[in-house]
C-alpha cells in the first residue's frame, strides 16, 4: 500500500496498472497509431504529449473502450483484457473526461453521477436521499464546492468537469483520462482541478493528463510520454527532463523563436468603436484598429472579451455607440453584414460556431468566401481546390486530403481548418479568439507566423488570448479587459505580465 503514496519511490519498479504494447490503429489514408507501448502506474500523473494528430486522443479512446484497435496488447494488473467498448472498461476501472462531456444538461449533478445506477428504494423506485448522499460525497471527497441537486446546465464548464470526475470516481476507477481538461478553465478552476488530481493520486489512482500548455506539465505531471506520428518516441521522469527536451521529441526539431514578432508598417484606421454599449455585459468601449496592427485583447474569462468581438461581428445586438468601418458609420446587424464589411471572426468554440462537422476541410474553408466564388450560382470548384490545398500546406493541417470530415481530424487540426477559413477570405479586420487553443507548440508558431503575414498584407487583428506570453509575444499594442470595460491600454515596450494582471484584475 504504503509505495503508492511515496513519490520517490522508483515508479518502475511497480507492477503497471495499464500496460500497452504494441498499440496500432489506421484510419483512409492515416496511420493513428503505430506500435505504442505505455505503461501507467497506480498513484501517477502521466502526461501524454504530441503535436496535433499525433495520436493521443486516438491511443486514450482505445483504452477506454471507445475505439477497436487493430493489432496490440492490453494488460491490466497484468492480465490481457479485450476492452470492447466503454461499458467494459468502466467495469475495469478506465474512466475518460472528454472535452466535450457527457453530461445530460437537464439532470441534476447527483442524477448524472449515477444514471443508469440509481440506488432504489423499492424495485423500480429510486432512493433519491441516497443517490444525492452518495453523490455529495463523490464531490465532497474531490474538495469541490458543488451541490448535488444543482442541474447540470447551470453549473461553469469546470463544475461540469469536476461532476464528470466524480461520476468516474463513482465507478471506481484506477485509470482517469483527461483530455485536455483546462483549455476552458479559468486560472482559479486549473489550481483547483490539479488539487482534485493530486487528491486522486494520493489515493492510488492513475492519471493520465493530456494538454498542449506546456507549463501544466510540469505543474503536475510525474512522468510524461511523447507521441511523434502515431509512435512512442520516448517516456522521461519530469524531474529529470525539461522544455527544450519535450519539444524536442514532439516536434522532431528545434524551435528557436517561440514568438516570432514582425513589425508589419502601420496604416490607415480600418475599424473604430466609439462608447459602444450592450446593457449588462459592455460598458463604453472605445478603441481603433490600424491596418498592420496586431492588437492584443487581455483579460479574464468572464471580463467581456468574447462578448465585445461577438458585439462587433453582429452576432449580438449592441445598446448604444458607434462602429465606423473604413471611416464609415456602419450599423453591424448580422455576422453576414459584418462579412460583407471586411471582418472575419475565429470563434473560441470552434464546435459550436467554427465548423461543420460532416462537412470536408475544402467545405469549410471555402464556406465563408462561396459567395465571393460563385458565379451565377454556381461554385468554382477549381478555385476552391486550390485554395485548399494552399491552406493544408500553409498550416500543415495533418488530413489524408482536402474530402476528408473535420469532425475526423484531430482536434488541433480543426482549429487549422478554422484559421484557414478565415486566410482565404479578403477580410482585412480579423478578430481571433483564443486562436492557438488546443494547438500543439510547433503549430502555434506556424500560427504566430500567419498573423505577421496577415499584417504584413495590411489586415488589422483583434487577438484575443489567455496566454500572456502570447499576447505579449504577438502585439503590437494591448487592450486590457475588466468587468465590461476596457481598463487599460499598453503599448508593446511598456506592456510586462504584472501590468496586465493587474489591468485585468481592476487595480490600476
Ligand atoms: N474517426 C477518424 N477517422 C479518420 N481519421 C481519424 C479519426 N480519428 C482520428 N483520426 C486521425 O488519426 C490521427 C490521430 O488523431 P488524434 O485525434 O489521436 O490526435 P491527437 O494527438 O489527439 O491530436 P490533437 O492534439 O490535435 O488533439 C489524426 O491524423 C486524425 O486525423
Ligand atoms: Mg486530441
Not at 143 to 165: C, K, N, P, T
Not at 491 to 501: G, M, N, R, V
Amino acid at each position: 500500500m504504503g509505495y503508492l503514496h511515496l513519490r520517490s519511490s522508483p515508479v518502475s519498479s511497480v507492477l503497471p496498472v495499464l500496460a500497452l504494447r504494441g498499440i496500432r490503429k489506421a484510419y483512409p489514408g492515416v496511420v493513428a497509431l503505430d506500435g505504442v507501448d505505455l505503461d501507467l502506474c497506480a498513484g501517477e500523473v502521466h502526461v501524454l504529449l504530441g503535436e496535433n494528430g499525433a495520436g493521443k486522443s486516438t491511443l486514450m479512446k482505445i483504452i477506454s473502450g471507445a475505439v477497436a484497435r487493430d493489432a496490440g496488447e492490453i494488460r491490466i494488473d497484468g492480465a490481457p483484457v479485450e476492452l470492447a467498448d466503454p461499458r467494459q472498461a468502466q467495469a475495469l476501472g478506465i474512466g475518460i473526461i472528454y472535452q466535450e462531456f457527457n453530461l445530460v444538461p437537464q439532470l441534476s449533478a447527483a442524477e448524472n453521477i449515477f444514471l443508469g445506477r440509481e440506488p432504489l428504494r423499492l424495485p423500480g423506485v429510486i432512493d433519491q436521499r441516497r443517490l444525492l448522499r452518495d453523490a455529495q460525497r463523490q464531490l465532497d471527497e474531490l474538495g469541490v464546492a458543488i451541490d448535488a441537486r444543482a442541474i447540470v446546465s447551470r453549473l461553469s464548464v469546470a463544475e461540469q468537469q469536476m461532476v464528470e470526475v466524480a461520476k468516474a470516481l463513482s465507478l471506481h476507477a484506477r485509470v482517469l483520462i483527461m483530455d485536455e481538461p483546462t483549455s476552458a478553465l479559468t486560472a482559479q478552476e486549473i489550481t483547483e482541478l490539479f488539487a482534485a488530481i493530486r487528491r486522486l493520486r494520493e489515493r492510488g489512482v492513475a492519471i493520465v493528463y493530456i494538454s498542449h500548455r506546456m507549463e501544466e506539465l510540469f505543474a503536475i505531471g510525474d512522468r510524461v510520454t511523447v507521441l511523434r506520428d502515431g509512435r512512442h518516441v520516448g517516456t522521461r521522469r519530469i524531474q529529470e527532463t525539461d522544455m527544450a527536451e519535450l519539444v524536442r521529441l514532439m516536434v522532431g526539431r528545434e524551435l528557436k523563436d517561440q514568438f516570432p514578432k514582425q513589425r508589419a508598417a502601420v496604416g490607415d484606421e480600418v475599424l473604430r468603436v466609439e462608447r459602444l454599449r450592450r446593457d449588462g455585459v459592455l460598458h463604453d468601449i472605445s478603441f481603433a484598429l490600424r491596418r498592420g496592427e496586431v492588437v492584443g485583447l487581455a483579460g479574464l474569462m468572464g471580463s467581456g472579451r468574447t462578448e465585445l468581438a461577438r458585439a462587433l461581428f453582429g452576432a449580438d445586438a449592441i445598446d448604444g455607440g458607434r462602429v465606423f468601418v473604413h471611416g464609415a458609420e456602419r450599423r453591424i446587424g448580422s455576422p453576414r453584414a459584418a462579412i460583407d464589411l471586411g471582418l472575419g471572426f475565429l470563434t473560441e468554440d470552434r464546435k459550436q460556431q467554427g465548423l461543420v462537422l460532416v462537412l470536408s476541410v475544402r467545405e469549410n474553408i471555402c464556406l465563408p468566401s462561396v459567395g465571393r466564388w460563385s458565379r451565377a450560382g454556381l461554385v468554382q470548384t477549381g478555385r476552391e481546390t486550390d485554395a485548399t490545398a494552399r491552406r493544408i500546406a500553409e498550416l500543415r493541417i495533418k488530413t489524408p486530403g482536402p474530402e476528408q470530415r473535420v469532425g475526423h481530424l484531430s482536434g488541433g487540426n480543426q482549429q487549422k481548418v478554422v484559421l484557414g477559413k478565415w486566410l482565404c477570405t479578403d477580410a482585412d479586420i480579423l478578430i481571433f479568439d483564443e486562436p492557438t487553443r488546443g494547438i500543439d507548440v510547433g503549430a502555434k508558431v506556424e500560427i504566430y507566423q500567419l498573423i505577421n503575414q496577415l499584417a504584413a498584407r495590411g489586415a488589422a487583428i483583434l487577438m484575443i488570448s489567455s496566454e500572456l506570453p502570447e499576447i505579449l509575444g504577438l502585439s503590437d499594442r494591448i487592450l486590457v479587459m475588466h468587468a465590461g470595460r476596457i481598463a487599460g491600454e499598453f503599448s508593446a515596450a511598456e506592456a510586462t505580465q504584472e501590468k496586465l494582471l493587474a489591468a485585468a484584475l481592476g487595480r490600476n
